[in-house]
């Protein structure tokens, strides 16, 4: 039992922990004792900082699935979906929180898992370090454009499955893609 706490533990900490819960994070700091354009500057980063905090890391990686990968690769199914206001957490939440086992049946699964669990990289995979590192990837600067992220797979995985459904997508209405997602 306790093996598989270890590696329940491990996988949490590889950023899915982050997407069951949103830590709020305040910036305060004093701005009163800067002077000039730094000021403004420095204010309007804080401001940033306070609106990008409120953010659920959910949301966060749910809007680089669709609005970065998916907007690049299929426009046509992201300009439908953008265009019925299908917010990408409403379909992703149950894919990412339970990678994708409510998805598939248990001897697919395990090769999803595989996918998933392989790409992760050799230094950071479970077992393999004695130190847990706790990846809190989604307050990376780089977080969109980097490969910070040991849990990329999901993402793919995720534009994977939404291009599958892409018939039942695209030209269609907000009630029917979102059935077709969910």
Known sequence: MSDAYLMFERVMLLGIKQLFYNEEVTPEEDVSVIE???RIKKYQDLQQ???DSQK???KKRANKIVNHFLKGIEPSIYTSIHENEIQPEMFLLKWLRVLFTREFDLNSLL???DFIFASIPEDTRLGLSSKLVNYDVYDHKDYFESDVDPMSSLDYLAVAMIIDKKQHIV???FIEIF???N
């Open 179 to 181: 059935m077709a997602l």
């Open 36 to 38: 000039g354009q730094d």
């Open 56 to 58: 659920t890391q959910l």
């Open 111 to 113: 090769y999803v898992w």
């Open 171 to 173: 030209g269609k209405q």
């Open 49 to 51: 900082k306070k609106v």
